[in-house]
T-cell receptor, first 114, second 113 residues
Framework: EDQVTQSPEALRLQEGESSSLNCSYTVSGLRGLFWYRQDPGKGPEFLFTLYSAGEEKEKERLKATLTKKESFLHITAPKPEDSATYLCAVQAGIPGAGSYQLTFGKGTKLSVIP | NAGVTQTPKFQVLKTGQSMTLQCAQDMNHEYMSWYRQDPGMGLRLIHYSVGAGITDQGEVPNGYNVSRSTTEDFPLRLLSAAPSQTSVYFC????????????FGPGTRLTVT
């Protein structure tokens, strides 16, 4: 059974205080790892896809990295508008019908204080 | 492009009532899916479809029904609502094939009393 664990559950940062969110996973045949941002009352918004260990992607103050067991979402000099819940999801298995299923972690709620 | 749209945004049902949550996408995506999100549980897959006429069950399918008659629409039917189905429901879509990112709708908040 695919498992995704995110830590910490909640994180409070001062504006400008850099940190990292963790997503550890146990899957058979990782095909892709996804990061989403979710604001209260909204649907998840896609941020990044990582496909293989060693890969990195960046967008503004966010940088996602991937190893064989975990992914990190690094937030550099965060601003209050970065406050949201960040979700990690994995897609695994053999290509074919039904293998597009995403297994989600429970998320990390980030609060950035001015 | 409207992306993924869902209606209604909010709904209150009494136990035993039935209803349909609507989902539509205008991106010509083959893959569509329904998730529910509950506090402390994360997003869980209910049903999915890899194309018109093809549907399958996800992790938590009991009490829900789906059909896919067109590429654009993927409605979710609650046959006889129960308080345990109180949740926020999200529809998502993506291209099939490679692990493409899934795009989510704004959600439907359902309360069953």
């Amino acid at each position: 059974e695919d498992q995704v664990t995110q830590s910490p559950e909640a994180l409070r940062l001062q504006e400008g205080e850099s940190s990292s969110l963790n997503c550890s996973y146990t899957v058979s045949g990782l095909r892709g790892l996804f990061w989403y941002r979710q604001d209260p009352g909204k649907g998840p918004e896609f941020l990044f896809t990582l496909y293989s260990a060693g890969e990195e992607k960046e967008k503004e103050r966010l940088k996602a990295t991937l190893t064989k067991k975990e992914s990190f979402l690094h937030i550099t000099a965060p601003k209050p508008e970065d406050s949201a819940t960040y979700l990690c999801a994995v897609q695994a298995g053999i290509p074919g019908a039904g293998s597009y299923q995403l297994t989600f972690g429970k998320g990390t709620k980030l609060s950035v204080i001015p | 492009n409207a992306g993924v749209t869902q209606t209604p945004k909010f709904q209150v049902l009494k136990t035993g009532q039935s209803m349909t949550l609507q989902c539509a996408q205008d991106m010509n995506h083959e893959y569509m899916s329904w998730y529910r999100q509950d506090p402390g549980m994360g997003l869980r897959l209910i049903h999915y479809s890899v194309g018109a006429g093809i549907t399958d069950q996800g992790e938590v399918p009991n009490g829900y029904n789906v059909s896919r008659s067109t590429t654009e629409d993927f409605p979710l039917r609650l046959l006889s609502a129960a308080p345990s189905q109180t949740s926020v429901y999200f529809c998502a879509s993506s291209y099939s094939g490679a692990p493409y990112e899934q795009y989510f709708g704004p959600g439907t908040r359902l309360t069953v009393t």
